[in-house]
């Protein structure tokens, strides 16, 4: 497939400027009310994270400094919340925090992402770093397909980080990052067996032994669907196991964590509108073939020493395996030549080290470093086929693709938390990262090293103000970058007069408040906005690269979290955003200033609720939305995919240790789908949306049994 490029070039035009909305004037609001409110009311922890969970988890006060230490927009979800739920794939756990948009692509192992802050889930920027239990945890493509190997009884919590202003990570942290910690220690033994419809049958098992300094915990999950539409089948193993060991007044922990999945799946296919009006479930004949094949692999030694009791040394060694076997037709159009039908391969090794010191000289002074370095040793083989029916897999008609790929990544950081007086805590901080590699394209022989970015520094303020014991006010600052990844053009020189880029540097900024009106009620507001230079969508996968020069994103966050008795709990959380093109035009001169950046909703927004009655009885309600959105970069083929969805779940203790979960998904059964534009499988003039249908109403039967 032929790259398409759109040139960010001069003449200059004027900036996308932020027009005042009935959201900015909420924050305002909302920022009067805290005033009014703070001083009569009492809020001890003048933080700016905001638990979504019964059970606050609060920062621990030795070690690393935690991600509820970033004066940011933090939300954390906790494990009891998120091992009461089934879901088909790990990434989905992240709709039930606020502001997090679910791209839901539908197509077996590629089934889909969450992103937040105007950071689209359609695979051309990844903007959204992934960690487990602190391990960088993105394919090359920033993709976040490790998510899936944590499974929801293994999770003690989930954290997300929205915002710049978090030195400690640099590629792929653009928008921010997600942190999903899992189990250590304990004494349990957890099971949870789940049955429902479309074929699905799972089970999950989690044990924890801790004792005599040595804790062991272990996880195993199995998982078989046959897929609401025809040919849609998936069977996933996974497996996990972490060894931690404390050595008796020492102050020293290691530890051991190993973890892996095996992910078969067929594929669907994509439907044009005609063929999704005529029936969902289908699957059209020339998908008949296609499917995918997943290995994932996860290898970390953790090292955490309390030098002194105010200096702690922390250390990660990792290595990352990501082996992919996909095989997808994506029209059945007989006369493009080869390029709708393509088998692509990953075969992809990340090996790095993390080490970080924190220094707490003093109630109001902490200073921490870092550095990190990590290699990645990659290959990328894309075969395309002749025409048949079914697509033919076995013999390919030519070979875009078989690179061999090397991406080294250097960063160093350092942050200092200040507290110049009692209701102030300033943070500091600077992160510097470096990239180099180098590529051999072994069709033609050709080889290439990466685009230069030399050290790319990006500074980071942010700043907390208590007004009072239960209100806060903070402010941040920051950038991050964006580079580009693949394993040919653009990202490597591999051709005579190629263009050069430049690392896309991110300036964000944000004001949020929290208070709490009432001690039952915390409420959150942010107002922020993230300039970006020299922009580029691109998808590696498919050699797809559009230029977006430079772009704005910039929303409102608003959430609030009641619990007004033992007995209820309510939440709800809106996020109004917008992404925007300031300059940039396309190959032919058509200026795209003012023009949204495609697949990204203006909205994301989910209201919950829990009622307990009683010890043996818990009624859950939450219901998710997302806006439509442009699915071209010319905004010209308007705007689809809007979501809406209510999920109920009931849940009956059956005895001290046993308890039986009911799960409706979908609950009013209403139609939807994914939506993409597609201008490269077709003929010319017959480009047109193509339509991934979501699931219907699903009803999931589960034991959950606790020791």
């Given amino acids: 497939m032929s790259s398409r490029f759109l040139c960010p070039v001069p003449p200059a035009r004027p900036a996308v400027s932020f027009r005042p909305r009935p959201s900015a004037v909420a924050l305002a609001a909302l920022a009067s009310l805290t005033l009014g409110l703070a001083a009569p009311y009492a809020w001890a922890d003048g933080e700016s994270a905001m638990s979504m969970s019964r059970v606050t988890v609060t920062a621990a006060a030795t070690g690393p400094l935690s991600s509820r230490s970033v004066l940011t927009s933090v939300d954390v979800l906790g494990g009891e919340e998120v091992a009461e739920h089934q879901v088909m794939n790990s990434w989905a756990l ?32 990844n903007g959204i770093k992934v960690l487990i239990d602190g391990i960088p945890s993105n394919v090359n493509s920033g993709n976040q397909r490790f998510i899936d190997m944590v499974l929801p009884l293994d999770v003690e919590r989930i954290e997300v980080v929205r915002g710049t202003n978090d030195p400690r990570w640099g590629l792929h942290a653009i928008g921010g990052h997600v942190d999903l910690q899992t189990r250590q220690g304990g004494q349990y033994t ?118 002194r009791p105010t200096l702690h040394l922390s250390t990660r060694l990792y290595l990352n395996r990501y082996e992919d076997d996909r095989r997808v037709t994506f029209t059945g159009n007989a006369g493009l030549g080869n390029s709708p039908r393509q088998r692509r391969q990953w075969d992809e090794t990340q ?38 029916l079914p697509t033919d897999f076995d013999t390919p008609a030519s070979t875009s693709n078989d690179d061999r790929y090397t991406l080294n990544h250097t960063g160093l950081w350092s942050q200092v938390v200040l507290r110049p007086a009692e209701r102030w805590r300033v943070v500091p901080g600077l992160r510097l990262d470096h990239l180099d590699g180098d590529t051999l394209l072994r069709t033609s022989g050709v080889q290439g090293e990466l685009q230069k970015s030399g ?78 230079t020299d922009e580029v969508a691109n998808m590696p996968s498919t050699g797809t690269t559009v230029g977006l020069g430079r772009t704005r994103r910039q929303g409102v966050d608003l959430q609030a979290r009641w619990t007004p008795s033992e007995v209820w709990l309510l939440w709800t959380a809106l996020a109004w955003q917008e992404a925007r093109v300031v300059q940039a035009y396309t190959a032919a001169g058509t200026s795209l200033a003012g023009r949204e950046v495609f697949a990204t909703p203006r909205h994301v927004s989910q209201a919950g609720l829990e009622y307990r009655p009683d010890a043996q009885w818990r009624l859950g309600l939450q219901a998710r939305a997302q806006g439509d959105y442009y699915i071209d970069d010319l905004n010209a083929q308007g705007k689809w995919g809007a979501q809406r969805q209510v999920d109920l779940s009931v849940r009956r203790q059956l005895g001290p240790q046993l308890s039986v979960d009911l799960e409706v998904k979908n609950l009013t059964d209403r139609e939807q789908a994914y939506v993409w534009y597609d201008s490269f499988f077709w003929p010319t003039g017959q480009a047109q949306p193509m339509f991934s249908p979501a699931a219907p109403r699903t009803v999931v039967l589960s034991l959950h049994l606790r020791q």
């Fill in 94 to 125: 992240l709709g039930r925090l606020p502001g997090v948009q679910l791209t839901e692509t539908g197509m077996g192992a590629e089934s889909g992402k969450a992103t937040f802050r105007a950071f689209n889930g359609e695979g051309y920027l």
């Fill in 455 to 532: 050290w790319i520094r990006q500074p980071k303020l942010s700043v907390l103000y208590t007004l009072a014991p239960q209100a806060s006010v903070y402010a941040n600052w920051g950038r991050t970058f964006q580079v580009l990844t693949g394993s040919r053009a653009p990202a490597y020189l591999t051709a005579t007069g190629q263009a050069t880029f430049a690392p896309s540097i991110n300036t964000g900024r944000e004001l949020g408040v929290k208070f709490e009106p009432l001690s039952t009620l915390t409420v959150r507001g942010a107002l922020w906005r993230q300039d970006a």
């Fill in 351 to 388: 090996q790095g080290v993390l080490a970080s010191l924190t220094w707490r000289a003093s109630p109001a002074l902490v200073v921490e470093g870092g550095l990190q370095h990590e290699r990645q040793d990659n290959t990328y083989r894309r075969d395309r086929y002749a025409y048949a």
């Fill in 190 to 307: 957890e099971g949870r067996l789940s049955a429902g419809t479309a074929g699905l049958r799972e089970g999950q098992l989690a044990v924890g032994r801790e004792s005599d300094g040595l804790a062991q915990n272990y996880i195993l999950g199995l998982q078989q669907a046959q897929g609401y539409r025809r040919h849609a089948a998936s069977d996933k193993l996974t497996l996990g196991g972490k060894w931690f060991y404390s050595l008796p007044g020492q102050g020293l922990r290691l530890g051991l964590v190993a973890r892996a999945q095996h992910h078969e799946a067929e594929e669907p296919g994509f439907l044009t509108a005609t063929q999704m009006a005529e029936d969902r479930r289908q699957s059209p004949a020339h998908n008949a073939h296609d499917g995918d094949e997943r290995e994932m692999r996860q290898l970390s030694g953790h090292l955490d020493w309390a030098l």
